[in-house]
């Protein structure tokens, strides 16, 4: 027996519940402590940081979503989130940062806070997210960014990463750069590149959606290119193959950000 397919939710689908009403945030943390975004049963996860953090303002809030779900260590620059609070919520939204940040650990703030806009959902408003890996591209480790970029201690060679770069960005299926991914694996790749600088180098993406590692991978096989041990013209061949033991293997999230997101509307 079949059954229809859900609507695709609209815009009238993502009103609050009733009798509440919904904030817009921009979160930043360092994700070292974290099992990532999404809460988790036997871990730390920033959004139930940031749920208890409501709860100590007084306020029976649900669950806050976000705009991604990052992987455990991962960084978040800029990641926009929402909250459904009830209507006799009393902080002004002006000082909300601040009084969540003063109930929030170190690692995790809130950088500003706002009344959503009518129909506002912070993962299905989404039409864009983009991600930064940085390298340590230097002979010697460097311990200020221990724990936030790759230290990579031989050249990489960034014209042929890029040209590897170029042959990812589209729409194909990214089977290959995904890890125990069990949606379909076609996505739309909008922007991938190499950006060169003093020490720090960046890798930067953006896409509507990502598969599960799927970042990580495509940075470890740009890394095999930088580094000699694999052609530019042998990505579409990875591609087309659909295995993932073909492509480079995940880099560690320690060196990954969720840099920001795009909103239509």
């Keep these: 027996m079949t059954h229809p397919s859900p609507p695709i939710p609209g815009p009238r689908d993502f009103r609050p519940p009733d009798g509440h009403r919904r904030l817009k945030l921009t979160v930043a943390w360092d994700g070292r402590a974290y099992a990532g975004w999404q809460s988790q049963p036997n871990a730390a996860s920033v959004q139930d940081a940031l749920h208890a953090a409501f709860g100590r303002l007084g306020a029976a809030a649900f669950r806050p979503v976000a705009a991604g779900r990052t992987d455990a260590g991962v960084h978040a620059e800029a990641m926009p989130a929402h909250v459904d609070v009830p209507e006799a919520f009393r902080v002004p939204v002006a000082k909300l940062a601040r009084a969540l940040n003063a109930h929030l650990p170190a690692n995790v703030a809130v950088l500003h806070a706002a009344e959503a806009p009518a129909g506002f959902h912070a993962r299905f408003s989404c039409t864009e997210r983009r991600y930064t890996y940085r390298l340590l591209c230097a002979p010697q480790r460097h311990p200020l960014w221990e724990g936030r970029a790759l230290h990579v ?113």
Aim: hydrophobic share 45%.
């Design 153 to 265: 201690p031989a050249p990489l060679d960034a014209a042929a990463m890029n040209a590897a770069a170029a042959h990812l960005t589209g729409t194909h299926d990214f089977a290959a750069f995904a890890t125990q991914e069990d949606r379909q694996t076609v996505r739309e790749l909008r922007a991938l590149a190499v950006h060169p600088g003093e020490g720090v180098w960046e890798v930067r993406v953006a896409g509507e959606s990502f598969l599960r590692h799927m970042v990580r991978g495509l940075v470890g096989t740009l890394l095999l290119v930088g580094q000699g041990r694999l052609a530019p013209d042998a990505v579409p061949d990875i591609l087309r193959s659909g295995q993932r033991a073909q492509a480079g293997a995940n880099v560690p999230p320690h060196g990954l950000y969720f840099t920001g997101a795009r909103y239509d509307r």
